[in-house]
């Protein structure tokens, strides 16, 4: 597809349960990343990768997110044990360039996001 | 205090209107600065992108940086109903450049 593409597009579970997020990023984007959005609020940096390798997941708010990206393209956000503090939109962003300072024009496509909803 | 303050609004003006939208940050080492435009149900997307003070036009929309105030504006010309959407200013955060620091958001509705 000509963008990036986020499956689900939303997720109620119960808590306790375990969640996965998938996100298909545009084809041969190096860069991805996760972001979680609050309602009422802008996105909070959680994870990042270059091809495979996980290079920041300073963001991710604790042991219960796990995230992967095995083949350096599809990437999968794992939520264990979900608590209701969990409930957002998971956005997935994709880039061309290594570094976004170094891209010139469009630095990171947006995924539609994943909207979770933990009862 | 958080790295990025932003007014979340929401702002509402009529069509034709001049938008000023605004942020500032903490952080004088901060060089990158960015507006993303967000509609509901969706993924923000890029406006404008400048780096250091100083202003940069694209067509109705004008950004500017004064990092003496640590100051940043989105000012919209001749406002749109299509304009309505969530503005969100956001800046680099680490010298690598590989994380962005995202404010709340301003919503905006210009009714026509």
């Known amino acids: 597809g000509a963008g990036v593409s986020q499956s689900p597009r939303y997720k109620v579970a119960k808590r306790g349960q375990d969640v996965a997020l998938r996100c298909d990023p545009i084809?041969?984007?190096?860069?991805l990343f996760w972001y979680q959005q609050a309602l009422g609020q802008g996105p909070e940096f959680l994870t990042y990768?270059?091809?495979?390798?996980?290079?920041?997941k300073s963001g991710l708010p604790s042991d219960r997110f796990f995230a992967e990206r095995p083949e350096g393209s599809v990437s999968t956000l794992k939520i264990q044990r979900t608590q209701q503090e969990d409930s957002a939109v998971y956005l997935c962003?994709?880039?061309?360039?290594?570094?976004?300072?170094?891209?010139?024009?469009?630095?990171?496509?947006f995924g539609s996001g994943t909207q979770l909803s933990v009862l | 205090q958080k790295e990025v303050e932003q007014d979340p609004g929401p702002l509402s003006v009529p069509e034709g209107a001049i938008v000023s939208l605004n942020c500032t940050y903490s952080n004088s080492a901060f060089q990158y600065f960015m507006w993303y435009r967000q509609y509901s149900r969706k993924g923000p997307e890029l406006l404008m992108y400048t780096y250091s003070s100083g202003n940069k036009e694209d067509g109705r929309f004008t950004a500017q940086v004064d990092k003496s105030s640590k100051y940043i504006s989105l000012f919209i010309r001749d406002s749109q109903p299509s304009d309505s959407a969530t503005y969100l200013c956001a800046i680099l955060l680490n010298q690598a450049g590989t994380a962005l620091i995202f404010g709340k958001g301003t919503t905006l509705s210009v009714s026509s």
């Open positions: 962003a994709s880039s061309s360039k290594v570094r976004l300072r170094d891209a010139t024009n469009e630095k990171l496509f």
């Open positions: 084809s041969g984007h190096v860069s």
């Open positions: 990768f270059q091809n495979e390798a996980q290079l920041d």
